[in-house]
């Protein structure tokens, strides 16, 4: 089992930004992939960012420019910055962690919100 613990989240104004951080703890040895993802009311979960174990990133359309997605494999964290914030980015983001041969995301953290206001 994977523990995922994100912090961060706030209000903040278009243009504005700011830096996300998740800790995970347990089984760290099974993860391969870690990411975010948010959900906005009324709209389905998607995907914001994702890092593999070897640093390979992949971003969102509508993000990308503006957020960058690191991880520390030595303090088992990924972090995800946000720059030049929009309101169209306010949405509960989560944390995910993927292991090895899976083809999912099978743990998630509790969410934190990200208001953008205009």
């Known amino acids: 089992q994977v523990q995922l613990v994100e912090s961060g989240g706030g209000l903040v104004q278009a243009g504005g930004s700011l830096r996300l951080s998740c800790a995970a703890s347990?089984?760290?040895?099974?993860?391969?992939?870690m990411g975010w993802y948010r959900q906005a009311p009324g709209t389905r979960r998607e995907l914001v960012a994702v890092i593999a174990n070897a640093g390979s990133r992949n971003y969102a359309d509508s993000v990308k420019g503006r957020f960058t997605i690191s991880r520390d494999n030595a303090e088992n964290t990924v972090s995800l910055q946000m720059n030049s914030l929009k309101p169209e980015d306010t949405a509960v983001y989560y944390c995910a962690a993927r292991p090895f041969g899976h083809p999912r995301y099978d743990y998630w953290g509790q969410g934190t919100q990200v208001t953008v206001s205009s």
């Open positions: 347990g089984s760290i040895d099974s993860i391969s992939s």
